[in-house]
């Protein structure tokens, strides 16, 4: 092997694993630059901070913007394959890193776009070693799949309600209250139905606040809605993960608990008796 090509692959194991010692304080000091970028761009946007240390700030964002482009120029380079990184998903992210400072020369207000770096912030599962956390998100998934339609179904419901409210509402208080438009009322009946209550719509006819009230108290009633059938279906999910998929040779019931070795139907062992295990 080359030394060109084992300084590529060195270099390979160090930015892109963190399973040895110099991969982990590579993805250390990238998370640290990273949150340090995050932190200047945060300030920057702060009128006063901004006009008083301007060119520090430019400075700094620069510096990090330089060593972000240089991270993902050698990215390119030690990858096996470039491509492949490159429209990978943290491919991608490494580039708008660094892009929305290269348009900041042409656009002023482009370098708030920088704050994307916090996408970056997901690689921190590598470094903690959280990926056993990251596979019970698969409950949630699970459970999403499954109560979409009863979701889909109360989404279409709410909207039909509060379309119904808003126009309404147009129809009682009218431009003279707030109420300019249905789009606007629609807008209303959206916020006191979630409970938000923004307050800069109020209607001010006896009838509007009596709607006002029924709007309110049916927020109440379904705001718990979803809820429950998400819980049901995390539920029912995370049951089927506690047991097996193994049918009963008996009788053929399929998923039993983890630990039983008899079926709950018929009685018969779920698994063949090994030798020994009666004692002969």
């Given amino acids: ?33 990273i949150l340090a970028s995050l932190g200047v761009v945060m300030v920057d946007s702060i009128e006063s901070v901004h006009a008083r240390y301007h ?23 030690c990858s096996p394959k470039p491509l492949r990184y ?32 916090v996408i970056r912030m997901i690689r921190i599962f590598r ?4 990926r056993q956390y990251l596979a019970q998100a698969n409950f949630l998934l699970t459970a999403l799949r499954s109560s979409r339609r009863k979701i ?29 438009s249905i789009p606007t009322s629609i807008y209303w009946a959206i916020v006191t139905l979630t409970t938000v209550g923004f307050g800069d ?23 718990a809605v979803p809820t429950g059938i998400f819980t049901a279906e995390l539920t029912q999910a995370l049951r089927q993960e506690g047991q097996l998929l193994h049918d009963c040779p ?13 079926c709950s139907r018929c009685g018969s062992l779920l698994f063949p008796r090994r030798r020994g295990d009666d004692g002969s």
């Fill in 86 to 117: 490159a429209f990978s998903f943290f491919g991608l992210v490494d580039l708008l890193a660094v892009l929305p400072a290269i348009l900041a020369l042409a656009f002023a207000d482009a370098q708030y776009l920088l704050i994307v770096r």
């Fill in 1 to 33: 092997m080359n030394p060109h090509h084992r300084w590529r692959q060195r270099l390979y194991i160090i930015i892109f694993e963190s399973d040895t010692p110099a991969g982990r304080r590579f993805d250390t000091l990238l998370l640290l630059t």
């Fill in 201 to 223: 719509i109020t209607p001010k006819t006896p009838l509007g606040q009596m709607v006002a009230s029924l709007v309110m108290i049916t927020g109440y009633s379904i705001i």
């Fill in 127 to 130: 470094i903690l070693k959280l």
């Fill in 152 to 180: 889909i179904v109360f989404l279409v419901t709410v909207s039909s309600l509060v379309t119904v409210f808003g126009t309404l509402m147009y129809v009682i208080e009218g431009p003279a209250n707030g109420f300019t």
């Fill in 250 to 262: 008996h009788c053929g019931k399929a998923s039993h608990e983890r630990s039983a070795s008899f």
């Fill in 55 to 77: 060119g520090l700030l430019s400075g700094l964002e620069w510096t990090f913007t330089a060593l972000f482009a240089l991270e993902y120029l050698l990215r390119l380079y």
